[in-house]
Each structure stands twice: as C-alpha cells, then as structure tokens.
C-alpha cells in the first residue's frame, strides 16, 4: 500500500492527486545493516518466537528486521523443520524439540545467553517492522538513560481491577494507533518492544507458565 500526504495551504473540496509513477529499487541489505550498526553505537539482537501456522508470515518479519539488527533470533515451536529463508549468517534459530515449547515466552529464549551489553528488541512473527523502527525505538531507550523499556503496544489497567482481561477494566494502546507524545503505560506487549541488556534482568525461570 502506497499513502501519499500532500501538503497544502488551502485545502479545497474535491481535491485530488495523481502518482504518474513509482520506481521500486533493491535494497542493498549489506550496506543497509552496515549504516544502522554504525549509527546505533551498541549491538542491537532481535528475538521472536513462531509457529508453523505462520510460516509465511515469519518470512517477512525476519526480512524486514536483518538490516536493522545484529542478528535476528527465532524460536521455533513445533515446526516439523527449519524454513531454508532462516539459512542466513545472521539468523540464529533454536527448536522446541531441542529445548521446550513455552509459547510466546521463547522469545525470551536467549536470554540468558553471554551477548554483549546492548539493545535487545522482542518481537512477534507476523509483523512487518519498519526501516526506521530499530533505530526509533532504541533512541527512545537511549534518551532514558538505558532505563526504559519502550514499545509499540502498551495496556493501562483501571484500578481497582477483578479481570484483567474485561474490556471495561483496561485500556488498549494499540500499535495501529498513532501517538502524539510518548505514554507510560502498566503492561508493555511484546508484539515489538524495546530494552537496554542492563534493565533486562529476566531469566527463563522467570517464564513459570506457557505463553
């Protein structure tokens, strides 16, 4: 989809603009993951967890994430094989054959592994994430001191509360919508977030229960 924002100092009814043409070039992802390294100043490893029902799906997020990411990692749980589209030197893969099938919480499956300090972004399988995202969201980070964790996708609990999940009891930050300043919020999702290694303090202990 192509969204096209003309500017105008008087806007009248009825009017319009024409794309007369739309050039499309490849994306030099080498030189592309170069320029974002470069600019973030710290590695910066993305995780997400999948299952087979988005195979095609996991395509495009990885893909959109490998130029902005030192190395994207992905949790397979109950994957009958390794899709040959992971077979990239940046893509770490574990299975939950291998290990265990905990969900969405094989996000978190690296986490306590030996990376170097940086910024460590969580995600899901069936987004596509903006060129700029990475960058956006780590800067958010960054202006906290490395303090924050940052997302995309927040909930705010009303209290006093008997049901998490009661419409009338929370108040959804969706993704889809535009925010003019950043919010605080209770319950950060981890459809696409953001944090410092050092305020990630979480072991896969902490994980107790699946999803």
């Known amino acids: 989809a192509i969204r096209l924002f003309l500017p105008t100092s008087r806007p009248t009814h009825g ?31 993305a995780s997400m967890a999948s299952i087979p029902s988005r195979r095609e799906m996991l395509y495009d997020a990885v893909h959109s994430l490998l130029h902005q990411c030192d190395e994207v990692r992905v949790y397979l749980n109950g994957y009958p094989d390794v899709p040959d589209f992971l077979d990239h030197p940046r893509v770490r893969v574990r299975r939950s054959q291998d290990f265990d099938d905990n969900g969405d919480a094989g996000k978190f499956g690296w986490i306590e592994e030996n990376d170097p300090p940086g910024y460590r972004i969580i995600c899901d399988d069936d987004l596509l994430f903006p060129t700029d995202a990475v960058k956006r969201l780590a800067g958010k980070v960054l202006a906290t001191g490395n303090r924050a964790m940052v997302g995309l996708h927040g909930i705010l609990v009303r209290q006093p509360f008997t049901e ?8 959804v930050v969706h993704f889809q919508s535009a925010l003019a300043m950043t919010k605080p919020v209770h319950v950060l999702a981890t459809c696409i977030m953001c944090a410092h290694s050092s305020s990630l303090p979480a072991r896969r202990s902490t994980f107790m229960f699946r999803n």
Request: hydrophobic letters at 40%.
């Open 15 to 45: 009017l319009s603009a024409q794309i007369r043409e739309v050039r499309l070039s490849r994306l030099d992802e080498a030189l592309a993951f170069e320029r974002h390294r470069n600019a973030m100043g710290a590695p910066v490893l």
């Open 164 to 171: 998490y999940y009661k419409p009338q009891e929370r108040h």
